[in-house]
């Protein structure tokens, strides 16, 4: 039987997505050399930019901007570690630290806007951070980028230069980051931004912080995206200007749509697969950015509420097959 939280939303979800996640990779690791496993592990990060792009869907705020976290996160490690010579491990978590912090500095700005005013203003941030990885060549390396970008050396036994260890590593922490959010999401924060969505003038009624509620999923979200921006740049070895490319996150936007807004798992899914399909697209193709357009269009026309709600259509089906004391048994 399903336990349930204060806020009504099931549990297991997040005890099924996690443990798919692990399993999964797992087998992978078990099967895939060593250049599928890079691929893969970059994969699982654009999977984890679209969870946290998702995070802020459930206050009903779609941004065009979260390049910029996953940007800012990603250059912070490389400077540190390629230009400053610190630690990769402190790099990382100092990268993930001055995403969230820019972040929370331009959050109460951000989220007085709504709808399409809110997209504006997070694309105009997210080319501000774009320019000025281009302007400043002396920190960022322009167009060139920061190449040698430094994993982490060992510890004992365990070689962190090995791909499959990196591999490992990442699995662990975007399954401890996608537990935390989820647990979150699923209490009382994920039920007030819900409420949000469906009506902020009702909240603000209640007396509830709309202000407050709404810096909390953007600083969230921001502080996921820029896991996954640090990962990535320590896996990949290399930093560039297409980090903070505003078409990655129209790219993270559109998997959240294709995944099921509001979902989490869907939307990881849907940015870990377009990520696979994008590499092996562009092994076939100069024009896989087409496969990618046509890959969204059908997706939209066939399954317009996204991925999960395929899942929910096969649960209310089984709903409607059981015996009414059965019912009863599930949902009490």
């Given at each position: 039987?399903?336990?349930?939280?204060?806020?009504?939303?099931?549990?297991?979800p997040t005890f099924w997505f996690v443990s798919?996640?692990?399993?999964?990779?797992?087998?992978?690791?078990?099967?895939?050399?060593n250049y599928w496993i890079t691929v893969v592990?970059?994969?699982?990060?654009?999977?984890?930019?679209?969870?946290?792009?998702?995070?802020?869907?459930?206050?009903?705020?779609?941004?065009?901007?979260?390049?910029?976290?996953?940007?800012?996160?990603?250059?912070?490690?490389?400077?540190?570690?390629?230009?400053?010579?610190?630690?990769?491990?402190?790099?990382?978590?100092?990268?993930?630290?001055?995403?969230?912090?820019?972040?929370?500095?331009?959050?109460?700005?951000?989220?007085?806007?709504?709808?399409?005013?809110?997209?504006?203003?997070?694309?105009?941030?997210?080319?501000?951070?774009?320019?000025?990885?281009?302007?400043?060549?002396?920190?960022?390396?322009?167009?060139?980028?920061?190449?040698?970008?430094?994993?982490?050396g060992s510890i004992g036994p365990i070689n962190?230069?090995?791909?499959?260890?990196?591999?490992?590593?990442?699995?662990?922490?975007?399954?401890?980051?996608?537990?935390?959010?989820?647990?979150?999401?699923?209490?009382?924060?994920?039920?007030?931004?819900?409420?949000?969505?469906?009506?902020?003038?009702?909240?603000?009624?209640?007396?509830?912080?709309?202000?407050?509620?709404?810096?909390?999923?953007?600083?969230?979200?921001?502080?996921?995206?820029?896991?996954?921006?640090?990962?990535?740049?320590?896996?990949?070895?290399?930093?560039?200007?297409?980090?903070?490319?505003?078409?990655?996150?129209?790219?993270?936007?559109?998997?959240?749509?294709?995944?099921?807004?509001?979902?989490?798992?869907?939307?990881?899914?849907?940015?870990?697969?377009?990520?696979?399909?994008?590499?092996?697209?562009?092994?076939?193709?100069?024009?896989?950015?087409?496969?990618?357009?046509?890959?969204?269009?059908?997706?939209?026309?066939?399954?317009?509420?996204?991925?999960?709600?395929?899942?929910?259509?096969?649960?209310?089906?089984?709903?409607?097959?059981?015996?009414?004391?059965?019912?009863?048994?599930?949902?009490?």
């Amino acid at each position: 039987m399903s336990k349930k939280n204060s806020s009504g939303i099931s549990s297991v979800p997040t005890f099924w997505f996690v443990s798919a996640l692990v399993i999964v990779s797992i087998v992978l690791l078990l099967v895939l050399d060593n250049y599928w496993i890079t691929v893969v592990s970059l994969a699982l990060a654009m999977g984890l930019f679209a969870f946290g792009v998702d995070v802020l869907q459930w206050c009903g705020l779609g941004s065009l901007g979260h390049a910029a976290w996953y940007g800012i996160a990603a250059y912070g490690t490389a400077i540190l570690t390629v230009k400053v010579g610190w630690n990769p491990w402190l790099a990382m978590i100092m990268g993930v630290g001055m995403s969230t912090a820019v972040a929370a500095a331009f959050a109460p700005f951000a989220i007085r806007m709504r709808g399409t005013s809110f997209l504006v203003i997070t694309l105009a941030f997210g080319q501000v951070i774009w320019g000025l990885a281009i302007k400043l060549e002396k920190v960022t390396g322009g167009s060139d980028g920061i190449p040698g970008v430094p994993r982490p050396g060992s510890i004992g036994p365990i070689n962190f230069t090995d791909p499959k260890v990196m591999f490992a590593f990442m699995v662990i922490v975007i399954a401890i980051v996608v537990t935390l959010a989820m647990r979150l999401l699923n209490g009382p924060l994920g039920a007030q931004l819900r409420a949000i969505r469906q009506s902020e003038l009702r909240v603000k009624s209640l007396g509830y912080n709309v202000q407050l509620l709404k810096f909390s999923a953007f600083v969230l979200s921001a502080f996921i995206v820029g896991v996954a921006g640090s990962l990535a740049a320590t896996l990949d070895k290399f930093v560039g200007v297409n980090y903070v490319v505003w078409t990655m996150s129209a790219e993270m936007l559109l998997a959240t749509m294709v995944g099921g807004a509001g979902t989490l798992w869907g939307p990881y899914a849907a940015g870990f697969v377009i990520a696979l399909i994008r590499v092996m697209a562009t092994d076939l193709t100069k024009r896989w950015m087409m496969i990618l357009g046509f890959m969204y269009i059908f997706a939209v026309l066939l399954i317009p509420d996204g991925i999960a709600s395929l899942l929910k259509k096969r649960r209310r089906a089984e709903v409607e097959e059981t015996p009414p004391e059965r019912v009863k048994e599930v949902n009490p």
